[in-house]
């Protein structure tokens, strides 16, 4: 199976009916949001423990919805719909929660020096400081050395770094992409073997991001040159960007640029899984 022939057959699935490719993505988002309306207790200081329902419906919602995706869109290879009631069904329910918790902890593995980071980075921002160590003058001289003397470069090399720490957890979503449409297939192993492939594939699959990305980067420069200035001038505390018209143009770029494109990504990798298993069925 080459990457192209699964581009040409994603996108035909893609375009064949938007109307259900619309459906399809307005209910997987919809899913999601389901898990996440929780959170809108951190709102109210009072009732901020109640957030913590949104990994436990995330569990019970999103993790069964994916694996339910994979299946839809493996039938859509074989021609058949993208938007059936199959995307809500409770058909091994169990099984698929225990499926998307296995991969989640998989994940974990993957973004463990990230989070150890982060929490570290919370634990100087919130906790107590240590002299020396994490004290605020300390944490200015380490940006200051860092940029050569320059704080502003200083800043945006230690944001580099940061994110630099999170592209094991890019690898590992590429990495482990298709097995859930393994699973969707009847769960006979096409991947090993073919894992290189299934990587590229899906970081070819990014390339349906690079319009939201280059607006993204448009709109949010000046926003990101606050923040680091802000970062880099902290001794007067941080002060972040007002909302402007640029932030309300980078959310409508992702309604219009980002979310339509995830369908896409996601045939792709189904499209790519797909074509390793024909003919071993």
């Not at 329902?53 to 919805?65: C, D, H, R």
């Not at 329910?93 to 998989?106: D, E, S, T, V």
């Amino acid at each position: 199976m080459k990457i192209r022939e699964a581009w040409r057959q994603a996108w035909a699935i893609y375009r064949r009916s938007p109307s259900e490719t619309f459906r399809f993505l307005l209910l997987e988002l919809v899913l999601r949001l389901m898990a996440l309306t929780p959170l809108l207790f951190l709102t109210e200081p009072a009732l901020r423990w109640g957030a913590l329902l949104s990994p436990v419906l995330f569990v019970l919602i999103v993790l069964p919805a994916r694996a339910n995706a994979a299946e839809v869109m493996q039938a859509a290879c074989r021609g058949k719909r993208l938007f059936t009631i199959e995307l809500v069904s409770f058909k091994d329910y169990g099984a698929k929660i225990a499926q998307g918790l296995k991969m989640a902890a998989l994940l974990l593995l993957w973004s463990l020096a990230a989070i150890g980071v982060s929490l570290w980075l919370y634990r100087v921002y919130a906790g107590k400081t240590v002299v020396g160590q994490t004290d605020f003058f300390t944490l200015l001289m380490a940006m200051n050395n860092l940029g050569g003397g320059d704080m502003v470069r200083g800043v945006v090399y230690a944001l580099l770094m940061y994110l630099a720490l999170w592209l094991p957890l890019v690898f590992g979503l590429a990495f482990h992409s298709g097995r859930r449409h393994e699973k969707a297939l009847g769960g006979r192993r096409v991947v090993p073997g073919n894992r290189g492939g299934v990587v590229l594939c899906w970081l070819a699959g990014l390339a349906c991001c690079v319009p939201f990305a280059i607006a993204g980067a448009i709109l949010g420069a000046d926003t990101a040159r606050e923040v680091v200035h802000s970062l880099a001038n902290i001794a007067g505390g941080i002060h972040l960007p007002p909302v402007d018209t640029k932030l309300y143009l980078l959310l409508a770029s992702v309604v219009v640029l980002l979310l339509p494109a995830l369908p896409l990504r996601s045939l792709l990798t189904a499209c790519y899984v797909h074509g390793l298993w024909e003919g071993r069925e």
